[in-house]
């Protein structure tokens, strides 16, 4: 009987499946003791659990697609390539077809898991090679697709990858921006992913990218939020932590490094590189990140990374900086990061290698080079025959590379549009992993063909802010400054004469607030104090300043919000509060996405295009979209008919582009100072105020929110809101009015 209500699908009242499934289950109807009132007598009847009906819900999807097109932010225009993915075939090197049905086994993870990090550490170091990093996973994808890719298709080349990259150092999979992405655009559990990577790569050690004090996220958390995250990574399957802090600031990095060394993993504590070494003049030279690793070497760790985010490390300042380090350090494995942006890299890994790297990172050949990393095939052809040889199988690598070459022009809607190197990296110093996301940012601000002024502006908010170390959160900071300077046309002079009044970005004031931590050389004044008016100023790390995060509130908080008490959904929700919130109601509306093939995760069907979806081994659902019905105009809606395992379904669809009414808003006049515009192109994520309410000057009227850059409206002057033409959640464009402040008379 409870078969047979698995099986059925009532159309009309959902609860009658899941009622008779508690009554039958019930173990008084079991005993066959029931009396005549028994069902009014037990409530517990009633706290109904409906099904998944995850095949509605997927079509609800899927018809939204049909209607709306894609609505994943970033995407432009479909992908380049809809036809099936050809799997390779790998051959060893006596040329030997190699069985990919089962994950290798064969790899340094063995070493990890027999030895600890301690062992690996000096396995490592005994090597004679140099080893290198996959970063196709991670960073490459980050840097030239926007972080898009999803987890079906890295777990869909991940057996042939254990074997074609059996003796890499590792696969960096994880972490950076991957993590928030998973969530804020694809809809998927960042842990899930973790695990299920794992699972099918036993062999090959896992790197992720750690950002110290901020763990994954953008500013600072209390100490115990990392070191709880750090043990839930650790759990589901991470080895080797890269930690850094963005400002080079050891005391933020120190707290990372701890939470990894007591969850046990590998600390590769990270000194990140920024400037020109070789030009003496320049803040950043050789004692600089000589005095920092010795702090690191002092405080305790098992591998030295360095990190160069732009791509700005020379091959000359590279053999200075490795042979330098290996020549003081001669047990301490390093480990070098790279952005390929201004065509050296292959150079400058390389030049690392010879100095005593014992470890470089690369991608794969056609997920390498301009913001990428260097060619994995271009590094193995520079040390092939030499003692540095990495030890891998250049025929398996560059057949795993036919996979990715139909993936990239799979996920072509998120590329850039770069076309080359670009050596004004040296100037500007944009790191690879936010030049992509700037360029987008950039256009959907509406200064896309500002371009070339929004990169000169990164120099110039570079400048303001003191010459910083950029790296996420901190480039994020300039790079919201130059955006900030383009959009309300400042220029470097007018931004430090204008501080006072003028409404910078949040990621800005919380930078100069010191939530970032301790620039080198200190922070910029007068501009940090005009900026921050009445606002706190830090003077020591901002953990200090936080209280512990309560789990036992937050467990209980997220069980009553989401009915779930996971330890790993406690550390997404710790780390992103709003984006897990959204998350979960996504999934609540749609279900599992990550089922979904990616062709139609991003494309429509064509009519009467037939493809499967596996919502789990042995459930397979076969759709073909049959038509999409006329708008309707009462409603705004159209019926999308789908065929599924030859039955007609119906979803009702919003269609966005009918319903969009004509929101053409009146301009603020810039020469009327009681009329408040909208300084960027954006979102308001918050309205203060409501009509008549009383101001003064400076308090906040609105938060609006553009690409994750947030930025507070403020009152010009004193006085009463009137013409409050805006409400939570309207979109705005540039210099659009959202009230007026009408002077006390």
Known sequence: MLRALVEFRIRGVKTNIPFLASLLTHPTFIEGSCWTTFIDDTPELFKLVGSQNRAQKLLQYLGDLAVNGSQIKGQIGE??????????????????????????????????????PEGFAKAVRANK??????????????SLLATRVRTVDLLNIAKHTSHALNNAWALECWGGATFDVAMRFLYEDPFDRLRKMRKLVPNIPFQMLLRGANGVAYSSLPDNAIEHFCVQAKKNGMDIFRVFDALNDIDQLEVGMKAVKQAGGVLEATVCYSGDMLNPKKKYNLEYYMNLVDKIVKIGTHILGIKDMAGVLKPKAARMLIG?????????????????????????????????????????????????????????????????????????????????SQLRLLYSPFEAGLTGPDPEVYEHEIPGGQLTNLIFQASQLGLGAQWLETKKAYEQANDLLGDIVKVTPTSKVVGDMAQFMVTNKLSYDDVQKKAKELDFPGSVLEFFEGLMGQPYGGFPEPLRSDALRDRRKMDKRPGLYLDPID????????????????????????????????????????????????????????????????????????????????LSDETGQREVFYEMNGEVRQVTIDDKKAAVENTSRPKADPGDSSQVGAPIAGVLVEVRVHEGSTVKKGDPIAVMSAMKMEMVVSAPHAGKVTNLGVKEGDSVAGSDLICKIEKDR
């Open 79 to 116: 992908s380049k390539f809809k036809g099936d993915i050809i799997y390779p075939v790998l051959h060893d090197k006596d040329g030997k077809e190699i069985d990919v049905s089962v994950p290798c086994q064969e790899g340094w993870k063995k070493v990890i898991d027999e030895q600890g």
């Open 129 to 142: 090679g140099c080893l290198l990093m996959d970063t196709t996973w991670r960073d490459a994808h980050q």
């Open 324 to 404: 330098t380090i290996r020549e003081k350090y001669p047990d301490l494995p390093i480990h070098v990061h790279t952005h390929d942006s201004a065509g050296t890299g292959v150079a400058s890994m390389v030049a690392c290698a010879e100095a005593g790297a014992d470890a470089v990172d690369a991608a794969t050949d056609s997920m390498s080079g301009m913001t990428s990393q260097p060619s994995i095939g271009a590094i193995l052809a520079s040390l092939e025959g030499t003692d540095l040889d990495p030890g891998l199988n250049g025929s398996a690598v560059r057949a795993l590379d036919t996979y990715w």
């Open 551 to 630: 789990f036992a509130k937050v467990k209980k908080e997220i069980k009553e919000k989401f009915n779930t008490s996971s330890e790993t959904d406690i550390a997404s929700y710790v780390m992103y509060p709003k984006v897990f919130e959204e998350y979960r109601g996504f999934v609540d509306k749609y279900g599992d996405l990550s089922v979904l093939p990616t062709k139609y995760f991003l494309n429509r069907p064509e009519i009467n295009e037939e493809f499967h979806v596996e919502l789990e081994k042995g459930k397979t659902l076969i759709l073909k979209l049959l038509a999409i019905g006329p």
